[in-house]
């Protein structure tokens, strides 16, 4: 069996070459939207970017061609946009297609800058002294480094203290702010000074790192570093692919040395829901895989059969992974959209009557659930009780993001609702729906996050303290703020690092806000000039990783790195000091560590 597939211009066209005869065989596979068949088959069935296309009967030897379009005119980008997870299913057997080479191919780190001191994200102050000393670990008898010892075993970066090594000596400092450090590295050895764990945690991180950027001759001098941001988070879309929970402590680790401090964890999409919940245990049941058989078929490329779940100890021992690094983790259940499987699962939590013919940005119908359905109050109140629950971080994000047009109009529950609750808008009934429901979060005593659309409506949307995510673009969360919201900077320009590096067709990724070569991620102010005025309301950034087109785990690492450099640094650096150069040199510097943690990267 063989499969093949090249771009040319607005089409994908795919050859299936077939090493038996085979009596109309259907054609089976995801593309990263939804399609029509130009030529060479019939399109027998479709959900959203999945695709059933009957074949005429195939000759061994004999390749078949498919032209396929997506419709309104999409452009596919790359190589990530042909088909994925493909299968044929023929004489009631599943044919297994050799998958397409998938993944970004590793291009030149163009020559950049070296700054005098490698790190990342850049430190406040740096006051050298000339000179340097030889060092190959450090010596402390205290147990506050364990953690670091750790995490330095993990990565292959340890050890971190050593018997013989450079005297390491804590000190208290109350006036430092929590998440603040001092180091003095001298000739004799090194002072840490810190007012909590967290500050002598980077501290430590700050060495750990040195150690490595400068090949065991730490410059002398002292680091005064503190963090500009509260939140320094990254997100992981764990609904369209399935990631195993080691590569998520992966995750966190890279993180941890990149000082950042939030894992977004998305695992629940249209796609999938993942955690074992107790309280709604069906929707993980006939959710977590999908493909033949199952509920869901084979979307974004899920082939014959993929994904899984989270057990409850899988969500205890990430949750305490992150803890030990200072990452608090950020559940996220997705409403009132992105629940097409939800909905599957509980048709209770659409209105019958709906007659709307919605499609979401990503093809879904019928992916939004009625807050005029009783049974919706209850399936998300236990639900999000249980998921905040879980997470000690006290927050749980709610999604709210691509609510699409249409949605509600055709349901005369929603009209009565509308009537009742003074509603006009398709706005105003999500607005009224988050508000609603972080409302018995907060009597939960947990605080709500959510997509910058969450500030829509006429009653100022969901209200209750939440913490908005501004993801496309900034000027939603500049307005958000204004109007009273604490914003994270997430615009998909610049940090959604499932974007493609560049317009190449032989690269890899999404495309949909920008290409974005690794200059670009911070190539943005998160607080933009003529944003002065709400400088206090952003709170931090976040990168995100959405994996429509992800099949295996190790796929996010060249996507995430050396660009989750650039993400760190904007989280952290008050005074937002790299250049392009500077990025490009301090991802040379960071290839030891990439290297050392077997973490591939796209340049070198
Ligand atoms: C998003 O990217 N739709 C949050």
């Known amino acids: 069996m063989n499969l ?83 299968y044929l299913r023929a004489e009631g057997e599943i044919i297994e297609l050799p998958a397409l080479p998938a ?42 480094f364990e953690p670091v010892v750790q995490l330095a075993e993990r990565t292959g970066l340890g050890p971190f203290l050593i018997p013989d ?37 980077y501290g430590a991180i700050t060495l750990l790192t040195l150690l490595h950027t400068h090949e065991g001759q730490l410059p002398l001098g002292e680091i005064e570093d503190a963090p500009r941001f509260e939140w320094r988070g990254q997100h992981l879309d764990c609904a ?23 894992f977004h964890w998305h695992f629940a999409d249209d796609e999938a829901f993942r955690v074992e919940v107790e309280s709604v245990p069906e929707l993980w049941q006939k959710t977590a895989f999908r493909g033949e058989g199952e509920l869901l078929p084979g979307l974004f490329g899920g082939g014959p059969r993929a994904g899984g779940t989270y057990s409850l100890d899988d969500v205890a021992e990430i949750i305490a992974h992150g803890q030990a690094l200072n990452i608090g983790t950020l559940p996220e259940i997705e409403v009132p959209a992105h629940s097409y499987g939800m909905a599957k699962v509980l048709p209770g939590l659409r209105d019958d009557a709906d007659t709307g013919a919605e499609t979401s ?20 109140g236990q639900l999000s009780a249980e998921v905040a629950g879980l997470f000690p971080l006290g927050l749980i994000h709610l999604g709210c993001d691509e609510l699409p047009d249409g949605a509600w109009d055709g349901s005369p529950a929603i009209d009565a609702l ?29 605080s709500p ?20 995510q501004s993801w496309s673009g900034q000027g939603p969360g500049i307005d958000a703020a204004r109007a009273g919201y604490d914003i994270i900077m997430s615009p998909a320009q610049h940090v959604y690092l499932d974007m493609a590096h560049s317009a190449e067709t032989d690269d890899w990724g999404a495309s949909w806000a920008a290409f974005i070569p690794l200059e670009e991620t911070i190539n943005w102010s998160p607080v933009p000039s003529g944003a002065e005025d709400i400088a206090d309301r952003i709170i931090g950034v976040e990168g995100c990783f959405w994996a429509e087109f992800t099949t295996s785990d190790q796929q996010i690492e060249p996507m995430l790195a050396p660009r989750i450099l650039g993400v760190a640094s904007k989280a952290w650096d008050i005074r937002d000091s790299l250049t392009g150069e500077s990025l490009r040199g301090l991802a040379r510097a960071y290839l030891p560590i990439f290297d050392s943690m077997n973490w591939v990267t796209a340049l070198r």
Request: proline fraction near 7%; hydrophobic fraction near 40%; aromatic fraction near 6%.
């Open 4 to 86: 093949s597939a090249r771009l040319d211009d607005l089409s994908i066209i795919v050859e299936v070459t077939s090493d038996r005869p085979l009596s109309a065989p259907v054609f089976c596979f995801s593309l990263m939207a939804p399609a029509k068949v130009v030529r060479g088959g019939t399109l027998v069935q479709a959900v959203a970017s999945y695709h059933e296309v009957e074949l005429p009967d195939l000759v061994p030897g004999t390749g078949h061609e498919i032209v396929l379009q997506h419709l309104g005119g999409f452009r596919p980008a790359n190589r990530a946009w042909l088909p994925l997870g493909a």
């Open 240 to 262: 369209r692919h399935f990631f195993e929970p080691s590569t998520i402590k992966r995750l966190m680790d890279l993180m941890a040395l990149l000082k950042m401090n939030r």
């Open 165 to 201: 090594g450079l005297p390491l000596i804590q000190e208290v400092d109350g006036q430092l702010a929590t998440e603040a450090y001092r180091l003095n590295i001298t000739e004799s050895g090194v002072s840490l000074a810190a007012s909590s764990e967290s500050g002598r945690f």
């Open 103 to 144: 993944g970004v191919t590793q291009g030149d780190l163009p020559p950049g800058e070296m700054p005098d001191l490698r790190i990342v994200p850049p430190v406040t102050r740096w006051s050298p002294v000339g000179g340097q000393v030889s060092v190959t670990g450090f010596v402390s008898d205290s147990d506050d």
């Open 449 to 468: 996050v959510a997509w910058e659309e969450a500030a829509r409506g006429s009653n100022g949307g969901i209200g209750h303290g939440a913490i908005l």
């Open 418 to 446: 509308k009537k009742r609750e003074g509603l006009s808008s398709r706005d105003d009934v999500q607005g009224w729906t988050m508000a609603r429901l972080a409302g018995q979060l907060a009597e939960n005593g947990h």
């Open 361 to 380: 940005v990503q093809g879904y119908p019928e992916n939004v659930l009625s807050p005029a359905s009783d049974q919706t109050w209850e399936v998300l």
